[in-house]
Protein backbone atom coordinates (compact mmCIF):
# COMPACT_ATOMS: atom_id res chain seq x y z
CA UNK A 1 0.00 0.00 0.00
CA UNK A 2 1.20 3.37 -1.24
CA UNK A 3 1.89 6.14 1.36
CA UNK A 4 0.60 8.70 -0.51
CA UNK A 5 -0.91 8.45 -3.83
CA UNK A 6 -2.03 10.76 -6.81
CA UNK A 7 -4.05 10.24 -9.68
CA UNK A 8 -0.73 10.25 -12.76
CA UNK A 9 -3.14 12.09 -15.43
CA UNK A 10 -1.93 13.59 -17.34
CA UNK A 11 -4.68 16.40 -17.28
CA UNK A 12 -4.88 18.99 -20.58
CA UNK A 13 -7.13 21.45 -19.70
CA UNK A 14 -7.76 24.91 -21.63
CA UNK A 15 -6.04 28.52 -20.71
CA UNK A 16 -8.20 30.08 -18.41
CA UNK A 17 -9.69 27.02 -16.90
CA UNK A 18 -9.80 25.38 -13.53
CA UNK A 19 -8.41 22.23 -12.44
CA UNK A 20 -8.37 20.51 -9.76
CA UNK A 21 -6.04 17.55 -8.04
CA UNK A 22 -6.52 15.49 -5.63
CA UNK A 23 -4.11 13.00 -3.16
CA UNK A 24 -4.92 10.52 -0.78
CA UNK A 25 -2.79 9.15 2.34
CA UNK A 26 -2.32 6.47 4.18
CA UNK A 27 -1.41 7.50 7.60
CA UNK A 28 -4.05 8.87 9.76
CA UNK A 29 -0.89 10.26 12.06
CA UNK A 30 0.45 12.27 9.30
CA UNK A 31 1.15 15.46 10.85
CA UNK A 32 2.49 18.10 7.95
CA UNK A 33 1.23 18.24 4.38
CA UNK A 34 2.96 20.20 1.29
CA UNK A 35 2.19 20.74 -2.67
CA UNK A 36 5.03 20.73 -4.74
CA UNK A 37 5.60 21.61 -8.50
CA UNK A 38 8.14 20.27 -10.35
CA UNK A 39 9.21 21.21 -14.31
CA UNK A 40 10.67 18.69 -16.75
CA UNK A 41 14.25 17.50 -15.87
CA UNK A 42 14.18 20.19 -13.03
CA UNK A 43 14.31 19.89 -8.74
CA UNK A 44 10.92 20.35 -7.12
CA UNK A 45 10.04 23.52 -5.76
CA UNK A 46 7.44 24.22 -2.76
CA UNK A 47 4.68 25.39 -3.71
CA UNK A 48 2.38 25.33 -0.96
CA UNK A 49 1.68 23.78 2.59
CA UNK A 50 -1.50 22.98 3.44
CA UNK A 51 -3.02 23.72 6.68
CA UNK A 52 -6.13 22.65 8.46
CA UNK A 53 -8.10 25.20 7.52
CA UNK A 54 -7.24 25.50 4.13
CA UNK A 55 -5.02 28.66 2.38
CA UNK A 56 -5.00 29.80 -0.76
CA UNK A 57 -2.05 31.89 -2.44
CA UNK A 58 -3.33 33.59 -5.41
CA UNK A 59 -4.68 31.32 -8.05
CA UNK A 60 -3.86 27.89 -6.11
CA UNK A 61 -6.07 27.02 -3.39
CA UNK A 62 -5.08 24.03 -1.10
CA UNK A 63 -7.19 21.81 1.65
CA UNK A 64 -6.77 19.13 4.06
CA UNK A 65 -9.58 16.80 4.97
CA UNK A 66 -8.53 14.85 7.99
CA UNK A 67 -11.25 12.83 7.99
CA UNK A 68 -11.00 11.34 4.39
CA UNK A 69 -7.43 11.49 4.69
CA UNK A 70 -7.60 13.50 1.41
CA UNK A 71 -5.70 16.93 0.16
CA UNK A 72 -6.40 19.12 -2.71
CA UNK A 73 -5.20 21.51 -4.96
CA UNK A 74 -7.12 23.90 -6.86
CA UNK A 75 -5.93 26.02 -9.49
CA UNK A 76 -7.71 28.72 -11.20
CA UNK A 77 -7.37 30.41 -14.31
CA UNK A 78 -4.59 28.22 -15.45
CA UNK A 79 -1.99 29.91 -17.28
CA UNK A 80 0.77 28.35 -19.86
CA UNK A 81 2.88 29.01 -17.58
CA UNK A 82 1.10 26.04 -14.85
CA UNK A 83 1.95 23.26 -16.99
CA UNK A 84 4.56 21.11 -14.66
CA UNK A 85 4.40 18.09 -12.85
CA UNK A 86 2.43 18.51 -9.02
CA UNK A 87 3.81 16.30 -6.46
CA UNK A 88 1.89 15.80 -3.08
CA UNK A 89 3.30 15.59 -0.41
CA UNK A 90 3.18 13.84 3.13
CA UNK A 91 4.75 14.06 6.51
CA UNK A 92 4.50 11.62 8.95
CA UNK A 93 6.92 13.04 11.55
CA UNK A 94 10.64 12.13 11.75
CA UNK A 95 13.35 13.15 9.58
CA UNK A 96 12.28 10.14 7.16
CA UNK A 97 9.07 10.40 7.29
CA UNK A 98 8.61 12.80 4.16
CA UNK A 99 6.51 10.73 1.57
CA UNK A 100 6.02 12.17 -2.09
CA UNK A 101 3.29 11.14 -4.67
CA UNK A 102 4.20 10.10 -8.22
CA UNK A 103 3.23 13.37 -9.40
CA UNK A 104 0.38 14.73 -11.69
CA UNK A 105 1.03 15.83 -15.21
CA UNK A 106 -0.18 19.33 -15.89
CA UNK A 107 -0.64 20.41 -19.50
CA UNK A 108 -2.21 24.25 -20.48
CA UNK A 109 -2.86 24.57 -23.79
CA UNK A 110 -3.13 27.87 -25.38
CA UNK B 1 17.87 34.01 2.88
CA UNK B 2 19.35 30.08 2.38
CA UNK B 3 20.84 28.48 -1.03
CA UNK B 4 21.52 24.87 -1.63
CA UNK B 5 24.15 24.05 -4.27
CA UNK B 6 24.79 20.52 -5.92
CA UNK B 7 27.46 19.91 -8.65
CA UNK B 8 28.34 18.88 -10.88
CA UNK B 9 25.06 19.52 -12.44
CA UNK B 10 25.44 16.22 -15.35
CA UNK B 11 27.74 13.66 -15.26
CA UNK B 12 28.19 10.45 -17.37
CA UNK B 13 30.08 7.89 -15.77
CA UNK B 14 31.12 4.30 -17.23
CA UNK B 15 30.49 1.13 -14.71
CA UNK B 16 32.79 0.31 -12.05
CA UNK B 17 33.88 3.84 -11.69
CA UNK B 18 33.48 5.84 -8.49
CA UNK B 19 31.26 8.88 -7.60
CA UNK B 20 31.60 11.71 -5.53
CA UNK B 21 28.38 14.30 -5.69
CA UNK B 22 28.61 17.26 -3.49
CA UNK B 23 25.93 19.45 -1.85
CA UNK B 24 26.37 22.44 0.31
CA UNK B 25 23.63 25.19 2.12
CA UNK B 26 24.32 28.18 2.87
CA UNK B 27 22.54 30.36 5.27
CA UNK B 28 21.06 28.21 7.87
CA UNK B 29 23.06 25.73 10.21
CA UNK B 30 22.54 22.64 11.76
CA UNK B 31 19.83 21.33 8.70
CA UNK B 32 18.20 18.16 8.35
CA UNK B 33 19.99 17.14 4.67
CA UNK B 34 18.65 14.58 2.36
CA UNK B 35 19.68 12.29 -0.98
CA UNK B 36 17.32 11.43 -3.09
CA UNK B 37 17.26 9.68 -6.29
CA UNK B 38 15.16 10.22 -9.04
CA UNK B 39 14.76 7.59 -12.20
CA UNK B 40 13.33 8.75 -15.68
CA UNK B 41 9.43 9.01 -14.79
CA UNK B 42 9.24 7.95 -11.58
CA UNK B 43 8.64 9.53 -8.06
CA UNK B 44 11.54 10.19 -5.57
CA UNK B 45 13.26 7.86 -3.59
CA UNK B 46 14.93 8.62 -0.50
CA UNK B 47 18.17 7.11 -0.46
CA UNK B 48 20.17 9.12 3.28
CA UNK B 49 19.70 11.78 5.71
CA UNK B 50 21.51 13.37 8.03
CA UNK B 51 20.28 15.08 11.60
CA UNK B 52 23.88 16.25 12.04
CA UNK B 53 27.52 15.95 11.43
CA UNK B 54 28.70 12.55 11.37
CA UNK B 55 24.95 11.15 11.67
CA UNK B 56 23.92 8.83 8.68
CA UNK B 57 20.85 7.16 7.68
CA UNK B 58 20.68 4.49 5.02
CA UNK B 59 16.83 4.00 3.71
CA UNK B 60 17.21 1.42 0.74
CA UNK B 61 20.43 -1.41 0.84
CA UNK B 62 22.76 -0.19 -2.43
CA UNK B 63 26.26 0.33 -3.28
CA UNK B 64 26.05 4.41 -2.58
CA UNK B 65 26.95 5.85 0.75
CA UNK B 66 26.90 9.40 2.26
CA UNK B 67 28.92 11.14 4.33
CA UNK B 68 28.60 14.83 5.91
CA UNK B 69 31.80 16.00 7.30
CA UNK B 70 30.83 19.70 7.66
CA UNK B 71 27.12 20.86 9.07
CA UNK B 72 26.10 22.27 5.72
CA UNK B 73 28.00 19.46 3.51
CA UNK B 74 26.49 16.55 2.43
CA UNK B 75 28.79 13.95 -0.10
CA UNK B 76 27.05 11.03 -1.97
CA UNK B 77 29.50 8.02 -2.77
CA UNK B 78 29.91 5.33 -4.31
CA UNK B 79 33.26 3.05 -5.42
CA UNK B 80 32.13 1.39 -8.14
CA UNK B 81 29.02 2.59 -10.12
CA UNK B 82 26.35 0.18 -11.27
CA UNK B 83 24.11 0.54 -14.57
CA UNK B 84 21.08 0.96 -12.32
CA UNK B 85 23.11 4.01 -10.30
CA UNK B 86 21.57 5.76 -13.21
CA UNK B 87 19.20 8.92 -12.37
CA UNK B 88 18.52 12.00 -10.94
CA UNK B 89 20.26 12.76 -7.48
CA UNK B 90 18.40 15.38 -5.60
CA UNK B 91 20.07 17.03 -2.10
CA UNK B 92 17.31 18.69 0.13
CA UNK B 93 17.11 20.46 3.35
CA UNK B 94 14.98 21.08 6.29
CA UNK B 95 14.63 22.91 9.24
CA UNK B 96 13.61 20.11 11.80
CA UNK B 97 11.58 16.71 11.21
CA UNK B 98 8.02 18.30 9.95
CA UNK B 99 9.01 21.22 7.79
CA UNK B 100 9.37 21.24 4.22
CA UNK B 101 12.09 20.34 2.15
CA UNK B 102 14.38 22.66 -0.15
CA UNK B 103 16.11 20.33 -2.93
CA UNK B 104 19.46 21.62 -4.79
CA UNK B 105 19.19 21.91 -8.61
CA UNK B 106 20.23 18.11 -8.64
CA UNK B 107 22.70 16.14 -10.63
CA UNK B 108 21.90 14.06 -13.56
CA UNK B 109 23.99 11.08 -13.82
CA UNK B 110 24.45 8.85 -16.35
CA UNK B 111 25.89 5.41 -16.14
CA UNK B 112 26.98 3.75 -19.43
Known amino acids: RKEVEQDPGPFNVPEGATVAFNCTYS??????FFWYRQDCRKEPKLLMS???SGNEDGRFTAQLNRASQYISLLIRDSKLSDSATYLC???????????FGTGTRLTVIP | SQTIHQWPATLVQPVGSPLSLECTVE??????LYWYRQAAGRGLQLLFY??????ISSEVPQNLSASRPQDRQFILSSKKLLLSDSGFYLC???????????FGPGTRLTVL
Open chain 1, 89 to 99: VVNEGGANNLF
Open chain 2, 50 to 55: SVGIGQ
Open chain 1, 50 to 52: VYS
Open chain 2, 92 to 102: AWSWGNYNEQF
Open chain 2, 27 to 32: GTSNPN
Open chain 1, 27 to 32: NSASQS
